[in-house]
C-alpha cells in the first residue's frame, strides 16, 4: 500500500462565500524522496518489447560489464542506464501461480504479472486488484497536468494473430481496468498540439480550421441529441444525458489544450497518415503476416513522448512496441520471411543473429529517449534525464517462451539510481521489483500487487 501523504499542487483553502486562495508549493506537494531540484517535476515512462529475450543478460557485473548483442543499441547511453538481471515471474507448473506468478509455464499470461504484480490464473489472464506503477505514479504527479498519462502501443493490429486483445495493455488503473493505448500517431500527434500557437500565419489558420471542424462536429452531434432526447423515455434519457456529459467534457478538454510553445516547448512536425499495413510472406505458416512501418511509429510516439514531457503535457507515460508473442512480419527490418514470433519457435536461418537484432531494435527506442531526456536541459541546471526514471521489459528471458533470468534495462535520476552497471538481482527477485525501485526513486513507496520489496543493489 502507498506510505505517501501529498498535497495536490493546486490544494485551495475555502473561505466564506467560496472565496479561494492557492496555496504556495509546499514540500508536502513534492513526492518525499524525490531527488529533482525545485520546479523539476519527477517523470516515469515504461516501454515494453512483445518478445522473449534471447543475448540480453550481460557477462560481467558491474560497471566493466560486457553489454550483450540483444542490447547493443544501448551501448551509446550505457553510462546512463544499468541493466538489472536474475528476474523471474514463477509458472504455475501444474499447480497453482504462486504470488506474482504466470498461468502458462510455456508463454502467454504474463502481461498481468509483469506489470502489476498480480498472479495470472488461466489463459484469460484473470483481473488483477491493484494498478501499474504507471498508474500509481500518475496518481501522484499526474494530477495537475492536461494529460494525467499518455498510453501508446505502435503495432496497429494483431496480423496473423487477430485482436491481441490484452496483450498490448501494459497499463492498468487502481479497479484492475485495463486502460486501451492509443495506436494512432497521427491521433496522438493533433491531441497534443491542437492549441500550439504556430508562428507562420498558414499553419496558424490550418490550426484553426481542425479546432473548429472537431467543434463542429460535436456542436452537430448535440443538436441531433436534443432531438432524440425528446422522443425517447426517461431511462433512455438518462443514458443519453451520461452521454452526452462525456461529449461536453472531450469538447472542453479539446478547447482547453493549453498553449505550451515556446521555452523549448515546440509543435512537433506533422507525421502524416499513418502507415497502412502491408502483406509479407510467412513461410513457417504459410501464406503472410503484416507489417505497419513499426519503426516509424514507435519512432513518432517516442518524439512525442518526449515532447509532451518537456512541455508537462504529462509526468507519466508508456509505450507497447510491439504485442505480446508478436506476429509482425520480419521481412521489412530483417530481410527474413517469418513473424517474429516464429523466431522463439523455430531453427530459421540466421536465428540468432535475427533475434538479437530483433531485441536490440526494441532497445533502440528505449537508447533513443535516454538521449533526448539527456541532451534536454531543465531549468534548474540538471538535465531532464535527471529527473525521469524509464524502465525497459520484455515479455520474457533467454529461454524463448520461459520467464526466468529476464534483463530489465533502467535509466534516470542518478542520485538514487546506480547507472552504468549490471546489476545481478537477489535470488527471487520479480521484474516488479524494478518498477517498485523506480517508483521509490520518484519518492514513492508501494508494492504492485502480490509482490514486495525492490532491488536493493539498484539503490545508490
Given at each position: 500500500m502507498t506510505k505517501q501523504t501529498r498535497l495536490g499542487r493546486r490544494t485551495f483553502l475555502t473561505g466564506l462565500g467560496g472565496a479561494t486562495v492557492a496555496l504556495p508549493l509546499l514540500e508536502a506537494m513534492l513526492p518525499r524522496r524525490a531527488w529533482a531540484a525545485p520546479g523539476s517535476p519527477c517523470r516515469y515512462v515504461a516501454m515494453f518489447a512483445g518478445v522473449e529475450q534471447k543475448d540480453c543478460v550481460p557477462s560481467g557485473a558491474g560497471a566493466g560489464y560486457t553489454m550483450?548483442?540483444?542490447?547493443?543499441?544501448?551501448?551509446?547511453?550505457?553510462?546512463?542506464?544499468?541493466?538489472?538481471?536474475n528476474l523471474e515471474i514463477p509458472p504455475a507448473g501444474t499447480g497453482t501461480p504462486p504470488a506474482g506468478g504466470k498461468a502458462n509455464p510455456?508463454?502467454?499470461?504474463?502481461?498481468?504479472?509483469?506489470?502489476?504484480?498480480?498472479?495470472?490464473?488461466?489463459?484469460?489472464?484473470?483481473?488483477?486488484?491493484?494498478?501499474?506503477?504507471?498508474?500509481?505514479?500518475?496518481?501522484?504527479?499526474?494530477?495537475?497536468?492536461?494529460?494525467?498519462?499518455?498510453?501508446?502501443?505502435?503495432?496497429?493490429?494483431?496480423?496473423?494473430?487477430?485482436?491481441?486483445?490484452?496483450?498490448?495493455?501494459?497499463?492498468?488503473?487502481?479497479?484492475?481496468?485495463?486502460?486501451?493505448?492509443?495506436?494512432?500517431?497521427?491521433?496522438?500527434?493533433?491531441?497534443?498540439?491542437?492549441?500550439?500557437?504556430?508562428?507562420?500565419?498558414?499553419?496558424?489558420?490550418?490550426?484553426?480550421?481542425?479546432?473548429?471542424?472537431?467543434?463542429?462536429?460535436?456542436?452537430?452531434?448535440?443538436?441531433?441529441?436534443?432531438?432524440?432526447?425528446?422522443?425517447?423515455?426517461?431511462?433512455?434519457?438518462?443514458?443519453?444525458?451520461?452521454?452526452?456529459?462525456?461529449?461536453?467534457?472531450?469538447?472542453?478538454?479539446l478547447a482547453d489544450i493549453p498553449d505550451t510553445s515556446g521555452a523549448g516547448c515546440d509543435a512537433l512536425p506533422d507525421p502524416g497518415t499513418d502507415p497502412a499495413a502491408t502483406d509479407h510472406p510467412n513461410t513457417e505458416h504459410g501464406g503472410s503476416t503484416g507489417y505497419s512501418d513499426e519503426d516509424k511509429r514507435a519512432g513518432v510516439f517516442v518524439?512525442?513522448?518526449?515532447?509532451?514531457?518537456?512541455?508537462?503535457?504529462?509526468?507519466?507515460?508508456?509505450?507497447?512496441?510491439?504485442?505480446?508473442?508478436?506476429?509482425?512480419?520480419?521481412?521489412?527490418?530483417?530481410?527474413?520471411?517469418?513473424?517474429?514470433?516464429?523466431?522463439?519457435?523455430?531453427?530459421?536461418?540466421?536465428?540468432?543473429?535475427?533475434?538479437?537484432?530483433?531485441?536490440?531494435?526494441?532497445?533502440?527506442?528505449?537508447?533513443?529517449?535516454?538521449?533526448?531526456?539527456?541532451?534536454?536541459?531543465?531549468?534548474?541546471?540538471?538535465?531532464?534525464?535527471?529527473?525521469?526514471?524509464l524502465v525497459m521489459t520484455n515479455s520474457g528471458g533467454p529461454s524463448g517462451h520461459g520467464s526466468s533470468n529476464m534483463a530489465m534495462p533502467i535509466a534516470g535520476c542518478p542520485s538514487i539510481l546506480r547507472m552504468g552497471e549490471h546489476i545481478v538481482a537477489g535470488s527471487g527477485a520479480h521484474p516488479t521489483h524494478v518498477f517498485q525501485t523506480a517508483m521509490l526513486a520518484l519518492g514513492i513507496e508501494h508494492d504492485l500487487g502480490e509482490v514486495a520489496g525492490v532491488v536493493s543493489g539498484l539503490l545508490v
Amino acid at each position: 500500500m502507498t506510505k505517501q501523504t501529498r498535497l495536490g499542487r493546486r490544494t485551495f483553502l475555502t473561505g466564506l462565500g467560496g472565496a479561494t486562495v492557492a496555496l504556495p508549493l509546499l514540500e508536502a506537494m513534492l513526492p518525499r524522496r524525490a531527488w529533482a531540484a525545485p520546479g523539476s517535476p519527477c517523470r516515469y515512462v515504461a516501454m515494453f518489447a512483445g518478445v522473449e529475450q534471447k543475448d540480453c543478460v550481460p557477462s560481467g557485473a558491474g560497471a566493466g560489464y560486457t553489454m550483450p548483442d540483444g542490447l547493443a543499441a544501448l551501448e551509446s547511453v550505457r553510462d546512463h542506464i544499468s541493466i538489472v538481471t536474475n528476474l523471474e515471474i514463477p509458472p504455475a507448473g501444474t499447480g497453482t501461480p504462486p504470488a506474482g506468478g504466470k498461468a502458462n509455464p510455456h508463454h502467454g499470461n504474463i502481461m498481468m504479472p509483469l506489470f502489476t504484480g498480480y498472479r495470472s490464473t488461466n489463459e484469460n489472464y484473470g483481473v488483477p486488484t491493484s494498478a501499474s506503477a504507471d498508474q500509481i505514479v500518475a496518481d501522484v504527479v499526474g494530477t495537475d497536468t492536461h494529460y494525467r498519462s499518455l498510453e501508446y502501443c505502435a503495432q496497429p493490429e494483431g496480423y496473423r494473430s487477430g485482436d491481441a486483445g490484452i496483450k498490448t495493455v501494459m497499463s492498468y488503473g487502481q479497479g484492475g481496468d485495463a486502460r486501451v493505448a492509443q495506436k494512432s500517431p497521427r491521433l496522438a500527434w493533433e491531441s497534443m498540439f491542437a492549441n500550439f500557437t504556430p508562428s507562420d500565419p498558414a499553419d496558424l489558420e490550418a490550426k484553426e480550421k481542425l479546432l473548429a471542424r472537431r467543434l463542429s462536429v460535436l456542436d452537430l452531434v448535440k443538436t441531433r441529441g436534443d432531438r432524440l432526447m425528446a422522443a425517447v423515455g426517461s431511462s433512455d434519457r438518462q443514458r443519453l444525458e451520461r452521454h452526452f456529459d462525456e461529449i461536453r467534457d472531450l469538447e472542453k478538454r479539446l478547447a482547453d489544450i493549453p498553449d505550451t510553445s515556446g521555452a523549448g516547448c515546440d509543435a512537433l512536425p506533422d507525421p502524416g497518415t499513418d502507415p497502412a499495413a502491408t502483406d509479407h510472406p510467412n513461410t513457417e505458416h504459410g501464406g503472410s503476416t503484416g507489417y505497419s512501418d513499426e519503426d516509424k511509429r514507435a519512432g513518432v510516439f517516442v518524439d512525442l513522448i518526449h515532447m509532451a514531457l518537456v512541455c508537462d503535457l504529462t509526468r507519466v507515460a508508456t509505450l507497447v512496441l510491439t504485442y505480446e508473442q508478436s506476429t509482425m512480419s520480419l521481412q521489412p527490418l530483417w530481410d527474413s520471411p517469418y513473424e517474429m514470433h516464429d523466431v522463439t519457435h523455430n531453427d530459421i536461418p540466421n536465428r540468432t543473429a535475427v533475434w538479437n537484432g530483433i531485441t536490440s531494435w526494441h532497445a533502440s527506442f528505449f537508447a533513443k529517449l535516454v538521449q533526448k531526456l539527456l541532451d534536454t536541459p531543465e531549468p534548474t541546471g540538471v538535465t531532464m534525464l535527471d529527473t525521469t526514471v524509464l524502465v525497459m521489459t520484455n515479455s520474457g528471458g533467454p529461454s524463448g517462451h520461459g520467464s526466468s533470468n529476464m534483463a530489465m534495462p533502467i535509466a534516470g535520476c542518478p542520485s538514487i539510481l546506480r547507472m552504468g552497471e549490471h546489476i545481478v538481482a537477489g535470488s527471487g527477485a520479480h521484474p516488479t521489483h524494478v518498477f517498485q525501485t523506480a517508483m521509490l526513486a520518484l519518492g514513492i513507496e508501494h508494492d504492485l500487487g502480490e509482490v514486495a520489496g525492490v532491488v536493493s543493489g539498484l539503490l545508490v
